[in-house]
């Protein structure tokens, strides 16, 4: 079993930054992407960043230059720095890691969600 824990969320002003981290851990044999994905009320869930094991990174495009997915592999955690925040920004924040099986395939694990709120 995997287990995800998140944390870093919180309350912040506009232009603010937060930094989310996500700690995976248990029965991994490999992580072949990691990921932060958010919903706001209202909205589907929606990709905000993705990092492979290779290190390529994909953002969307409204946190693009703001945003920054990194990990660090010997502790696989995941981490978002989230700089220039907006109001818009406002979501609950999931992280996902993509775990390859030992023989073929893989899955994919989410965390519980730590809510990011930015005040105009």
């Known amino acids: 079993q995997v287990k995800l824990v998140e944390s870093g969320g919180g309350l912040v002003q506009a232009g603010g930054s937060l930094r989310l981290s996500c700690a995976a851990s248990?029965?991994?044999?490999?992580?072949?992407?990691m990921a932060w994905y958010r919903q706001a009320p209202g909205k589907q869930r929606e990709l905000a960043a993705h990092?492979?094991?290779?290190?390529?990174?994909n953002y969307a495009d409204s946190v693009k230059g703001r945003f920054t997915i990194s990990t660090d592999n010997a502790k696989n955690t995941v981490y978002l720095e989230m700089n220039s925040l907006k109001p818009e920004d406002t979501a609950l924040y999931y992280c996902k890691i993509v775990v390859g099986l030992r023989w073929s395939g893989e899955n994919d694990y989410w965390g519980q969600g730590t809510q990011v709120t930015v005040s105009s």
């Open positions: 990092i492979t094991s290779g290190g390529t990174t």
């Open positions: 248990g029965s991994i044999f490999r992580i072949n992407a």
